[in-house]
């Protein structure tokens, strides 16, 4: 009888599968983590900014990736948090959800700073009712309908809507209230990264992408170039889970205008946040800073796809002719598979912040934490 046991226990055992833990990129990868060099004699100011993905989020949604990284980064001190600005889905005379929030920690040598912008509360069907299961049904198709369909993809279709408009507004006033909160000096320099998840990635990508819309603010097509200057600016832009090729047909703005001929230009805007990226380093010249793309996506994940190289190879720096936007992509294991069929398919498209593979890469950069 012990040996049955035993044999039922290796047998659980070698059921349970991290494949992609470790994370496995291409051995030549090279990009730049959050912790910044302290040896040197200037004070580094580390500025993230966070897109959260699809799937319902709190205002504070990101309170446990940040205290995961800033633990990982090897910060002491205490994390303060503080609202920069409201919107208001309901009208004017209803109550107000933070769209944006600092974080920031720091030690005599740096400042590490965190702008989470949240769009979740414009998805005002989620919990109106209207999706809740009718009767009977089996258990684990509940689970899935509640998590994944209604909890999940409504926010594709609220994003598909008008509403869309006045989230892409609202990430572009983040930016510029970034931008004005953290001038550089002689003695501070600022270190810029974007963190993107899922839908977030395809709202950045609108941003950089898109013509104002009449109905967005006046001031939406400057901050829209304040956008387009820090991403320039960033070195690392880390995307967990991908899904730009699922989402590029919903397109509820018009794509902005350049020389380029017209089977250019719909390659150009077809699905690629890089192609965003590269077009953003062509407007702003006097920037020949490389931005490396770090895509993670866990094979499991229903909702997630490798990043395309498309645009790498002509985004050019025209003093070195080096490619200016490089990607990496990334497997992960973000939840166990048993005997190689079936995993959590909610924890393995919505675990990556929680993920410590996910954390050490995104802190150590590709050399990993020494």
Known sequence: MKHY??????LLITACTSPYSPPEMEKTATFEGLMANKTNSISYRTIVVMVHGMCEKPSDWARDPVENIVKKAGYNGAITANDLGYYYPKGSASAGFPYLR???VSDEKSELKFYAYHYSDWNQIRNSGELEIQGKAAYLNKKLKDSLV?????????Y??????????YLAKSMAKVQEMNPE???IKNRIFFISSSLGSKVLRDVLMCTPHPSQHSDYAKNQSVTKSLIAQ???VFMASNQIPLLS?????????????????????????????????GSEQKNLRKINVVA???????LSYPVSNYGTTTATGKSSGDSMVTVHNVKVSNASTWFGLITNMYKTHTGYFGNPDVIASMVCGSDGCQ
Do not use: H, M
């Open 249 to 281: 047909p919903l397109n509820n703005c018009k794509s902005i205008k350049t020389n380029k001929d017209t089977a250019e230009q719909e390659d150009l805007y077809s699905n690629s946040l890089v192609a965003a990226l590269r077009d953003s380093i």
């Open 185 to 187: 000096s002689s003695t």
């Open 296 to 302: 993670y996506t866990d094979p499991s994940d229903l």
């Open 160 to 169: 598909a809507g008008s509403k869309g408009i006045k989230i892409r507004e």
């Open 102 to 104: 600092e974080y920031k």
């Open 234 to 236: 960033s070195s690392t």
């Open 150 to 158: 209604s909890g999940c993809l409504s926010d594709v279709t609220t």
């Open 5 to 10: 046991f035993l044999i039922a226990i290796c």
